[in-house]
């Protein structure tokens, strides 16, 4: 994983080449000699071949995760205040029981990346059709989180600190 | 309905999108047709449009709604024009 600050004005341009610097430095972490990454025709960054990853971007940072020979990966930051009814619509009620503070371990803006998160990874598995993130259900077992739709499930992982939330999912 | 009245409720959520995005000189040059994703909209910020459509235009939003309605300024103000018949 690689970051890259977003300078000023802090717009969609801005955020854009951040996010292409991130990736840039993820590729070299991950050992890809290509380190471009063009914007396809619907808006998804085109890693090269054997080096799939993702990037997301907040109007602060950017952040990208490239792991090479996944089927696909997704990456997520949030830095935005979730208010509770924006919770409720994103979150299922056994998911907000069992999953949020204090019960569970994580806050609403982490579970909102992670479903961001898994529906990047997902969202290009031809069965599923077309979906919403908020569709993807969030489960925890044994301290592993994972997310499912429509019976495909991919692993999850959650960082946080006090203004920032991210999530990486992978597909193997 | 009438096509002011379309117009009426995509001023209405482009109002709403100021509200919950703040940028009003970047909601105005959202186009009415053009993917609020792809225009920069955040996530975050288009489930609280959502939201806030519900208490402005009193519905609720099914769980299965499909995509595509929630493409656009335009696939949204025809959601709500097509619930109130």
Not at chain 1, 63 to 80: K, L, M, R, Y
Not at chain 1, 130 to 152: K, M
Not at chain 1, 158 to 167: H, K, M, P, T, V
Request: proline share 7%; glycine share 10%; with cysteine.
């Amino acid at each position: 994983m690689a970051t890259s600050a977003v300078p000023a004005p802090h717009g969609p341009a801005e955020q854009f080449a951040a996010g292409r610097r991130a990736a840039a430095a993820a590729l070299a972490a991950a050992g890809s000699a290509e380190r471009t990454v063009p914007r396809a025709r619907d808006g998804r960054p085109l890693f090269p071949p054997g080096f799939t990853g993702s990037i997301s971007h907040t109007g602060r940072l950017a952040a990208a995760v490239v792991s090479p020979g996944a089927e696909a990966v997704g990456v997520d930051i949030e830095s935005a205040l979730i208010p509770p009814r924006v919770a409720a619509f994103v979150l299922r009620e056994g998911e907000r029981r069992r999953l949020l503070a204090p019960a569970g371990p994580y806050t609403a803006r982490d579970l909102f990346a992670a479903k961001e998160a898994a529906f990047k990874a997902m969202n290009c598995i031809g069965t599923l059709g077309e979906f919403l993130f908020w569709q993807i259900g969030l489960a925890q077992a044994a301290g592993a989180l994972s997310a499912t739709y429509r019976g495909e499930t991919v692993p999850l992982w959650i960082g946080s600190q006090a203004d920032l939330s991210f999530a990486v999912a992978i597909r193997r | 309905m009438s096509d002011t009245a379309v117009g009426e409720v995509r001023q209405r959520i482009r109002e709403l999108l100021v509200e919950v995005f703040g940028g009003p000189s970047f909601v105005g040059k959202v186009p009415d047709a053009v993917s609020l994703r792809e225009a920069g909209v955040p996530s975050t910020a288009l489930v609280a449009l959502l939201v806030a459509m519900e208490d402005a235009f009193g519905f609720e939003w099914d769980d299965d709604v499909r995509p595509e309605v929630l493409r656009s300024i335009d696939s949204l103000a025809g959601h709500v024009v097509a619930l109130r018949g």
